[in-house]
Structure formats: C-alpha cells, structure tokens
C-alpha cells in the first residue's frame, strides 16, 4: 500500500470524495437531455421580459427543476402548484399586479409569476448584495422567506461583519434553503 507525500495512506481521503463525486454525477446539468425542453420558449420569454436580454434564462429553468422536477402537475404538501412551485396566495399577490396573469396550473402563467417573483426579491437585495450573487439571495428568499433569509443575513453579518456572498450567509440560512440553493447551482454548473 503506497502512502501519499506526507506519509498518509491515500485511499481514506478518496473514500471520504465518493459521496460527493456520486453526487455530482447524479445531478443533471440544465441542458442534459434528460431536462424537457418544453418550456425553453416561456423560460426565455419571461426571464427577457423581467431580467433583461442579456440574462441566462437557463436560471429559472435550474430552479423550475429544483422546485417541481419540470412537473406541470406538481402540488406541495404546503399546496404550492405548477414548475415553480407557488403558493396560491403569493399568485393572488403577483395576480394584483398582473391582472393578465391566468390560472396558477397553466405552465405559462406559472413560469411567468415565478420569474416576476424572482425579480421582485432580487431587487430587494440591491442595497445589500451585488452581482450574480444577488440571484442566490433571491434563490434563498423564493425557497423560505425573505424575512427568513434576511435574519440569516443578519446573523451572518453579526458573526462575520462583511457580507459578500451567498456563502456567508448560506451556514445560518435552513437546512433546505441552503441545497435548494445549492442545487440551483449544481444544476447550471456553477457550483
């Protein structure tokens, strides 16, 4: 049995990367064929439409997936509905501002409310965070709340002092919110 430089067996530390090598080959990029193309064409539309041309749509095609799994159909047990998993009070909210919006089931509407969402709480990080990271933020906030993540902010804030990243506040932010986000980013590679 060989040992590493410093005189180490090298076998525990590969061990010890199986889970997350497993890990990482199991999740699907958001381009791999195993993702419905589907609703590209809504993805696009809305993403353009809220956050501006330039912007990768393919974010909320990852978080569609972390939501519903691009299930149409999907009901959580808290009854959220649709890809993007909204719950009907928050469509009755986004509704008041877009009364053109539909029913909470079509794709399209669902797509659409759950990217107008996303902006709504990306602009309410501005002051604080800059940059892409302002859609983990976002991410975070869709996931549990931004009041939630807010007082995960804050906490981080007390501990570190600057707060710069998802990261920082991602260790005081719930368990679930925490790979939601995560997943978000494993699906689109970035991570």
Do not use: C
Request: proline share 4%; no cysteine.
């Amino acid at each position: 049995m060989k040992s590493s430089a410093r005189g180490a067996p090298w076998w525990p530390l590969l061990l010890a990367m199986v889970p997350t090598l497993l890990l990482a080959a199991t999740v699907k990029h958001v381009d791999h064929k195993h993702w419905t193309n589907k609703y590209d064409r809504q993805f696009k539309k809305y993403s353009k439409h809220y956050f501006g041309a330039g912007f990768d749509w393919r974010w909320f095609k990852a978080q569609a997936i972390a939501e519903s799994g691009l299930k149409p159909r999907a009901k959580s047990t808290a009854g959220a509905k649709g890809l993007m998993q909204i719950l009907p009070s928050t469509y009755a909210e986004i509704r008041e501002a877009n009364p053109h919006f539909r029913h909470i089931e079509d794709p399209k509407w669902n797509i659409a409310a759950g990217i107008y969402y996303d902006r709504q709480l990306y602009r309410r990080w501005t002051e604080h965070i800059d940059g892409n990271e302002r859609l983990n933020f976002a991410f975070g906030s869709y996931n549990a709340g931004f009041g939630n993540v807010r007082k995960a902010y804050r906490k981080a804030e007390k501990k570190l002092g600057t707060v710069q990243s998802w990261k920082h506040v991602a260790a005081f932010a719930p368990s679930q919110t925490r790979h939601y986000v995560k997943r978000i980013n494993r699906l689109m590679r970035k991570e």
